[in-house]
T-cell receptor, first 111, second 114 residues
Framework: AQSVSQHNHHVILSEAASLELGCNYS??????LFWYVQYPGQHLQLLLK??????LVKGIKGFEAEFIKSKFSFNLRKPSVQWSDTAEYFC?????????FGKGTMLLVSP | DVKVTQSSRYLVKRTGEKVFLECVQD?????MFWYRQDPGLGLRLIYF???????EKGDIPEGYSVSREKKERFSLILESASTNQTSMYLC?????????????FGPGTRLTVT
């Protein structure tokens, strides 16, 4: 079975700090990987995705993620966060079937 | 722009009631999904459908059923609502013939069962 583990449940940062959210998955075959974001009161929306090719993927709003196959990881990064990045972030993986989501990381950015 | 709409943003029902949650997508997507979202548990898949009248159980189907009579509409049914079904319910759709591709989400229905 496929599974996803997100390292942190809550992260608090000051504006302009750098962000890295950890995501590890468990699946032995080819995977699609996703990061979704849910801003307060809004729909869950796609930040970025990896299907194949360049393991460094760039998404919306300055986010990027790196797929490291040997580590089964897909960590999300942003060099300088803003207050507006306050949201819940979900990593997801699909291998043989539908998407499996992690439990989410709540990011709070203080101004 | 893909739009996934859900019939209610907030719903309050009594224990034992039959509850219908409706979801409509306007982009002719093949696949549709129902999740529940609970704090600290992330999103858990209840059911999905890859075609009209077709359905598959997800990870937590107990206490739920679904109906997909038309391609654009996917309904989640709680046959006899219980307090442990109080949750946020999210509907999603996906255009691909693979169920493991990008999904587009609706705004969610926050259901409270008293």
């Amino acid at each position: 079975a496929q599974s996803v583990s997100q390292h942190n449940h809550h992260v608090i940062l000051s504006e302009a700090a750098s962000l890295e959210l950890g995501c590890n998955y468990s699946y032995g075959g080819t995977v699609n990987l996703f990061w979704y974001v849910q801003y307060p009161g809004q729909h869950l929306q796609l930040l970025l995705k990896y299907f194949s090719g360049d393991p460094l993927v760039k998404g919306i709003k300055g986010f990027e993620a790196e797929f490291i196959k040997s580590k089964f990881s897909f960590n999300l990064r942003k060099p300088s966060v803003q207050w507006s990045d306050t949201a819940e972030y979900f990593c997801a993986v699909s291998g043989y079937s539908t998407l499996t989501f992690g439990k989410g990381t709540m990011l709070l950015v203080s101004p | 722009d893909v739009k996934v709409t859900q019939s209610s943003r907030y719903l309050v029902k009594r224990t034992g009631e039959k509850v219908f949650l409706e979801c409509v997508q306007d982009m002719d997507h093949e696949n549709m999904f129902w999740y529940r979202q609970d704090p600290g548990l992330g999103l858990r898949l209840i059911y999905f459908s890859y075609d009209v009248k077709m359905k598959e159980k997800g990870d937590i189907p107990e206490g739920y059923s679904v109906s997909r009579e038309k391609k654009e509409r996917f309904s989640l049914i709680l046959e006899s609502a219980s307090t442990n079904q109080t949750s946020m319910y999210l509907c999603a759709s996906s255009p691909s013939d693979r169920v493991g591709d990008e999904q587009y989400f609706g705004p969610g229905t926050r259901l409270t069962v008293t």
